[in-house]
């Protein structure tokens, strides 16, 4: 599976990469055919502490892309709350293609 990472307004640390190119590759252990990801971080504008935002697009064949997006304090919690939903939900996807 590729992995495509992109971070907005800041410059993403290898350590950071790392780890979210093993959570998100972790997901083609749900679903075998996954053709790519593309992650997209992001630091909001808000005022609170969570302002780490983690969107993650997976490709999959025969359905629209599956999506997930979460906002926590660190990057690591929102790839985390990220990649458990989208997880369920390629579960969902792997059902309907029964």
Do not use: C, H, W
């Amino acid at each position: 599976m590729d992995i495509k990472i992109q971070s907005v307004r800041f410059d993403a640390d290898k350590k950071l990469i790392a780890y979210i190119e093993n959570k998100v590759g972790k997901l083609s252990q749900v679903a075998d055919n996954i053709i790519d990801a593309e992650v997209v971080l992001r630091l909001e504008n808000s005022e609170t502490k969570d302002n780490k935002v983690a969107e993650i697009k997976i490709n999959v064949p025969y359905a629209k892309d599956i999506f997930a997006k979460r906002q926590k304090s660190t990057f690591e919690e929102s790839v985390d709350l990220a990649t458990v939903a989208l997880r369920r939900q390629l579960k969902k996807y792997k059902e309907k293609l029964r």
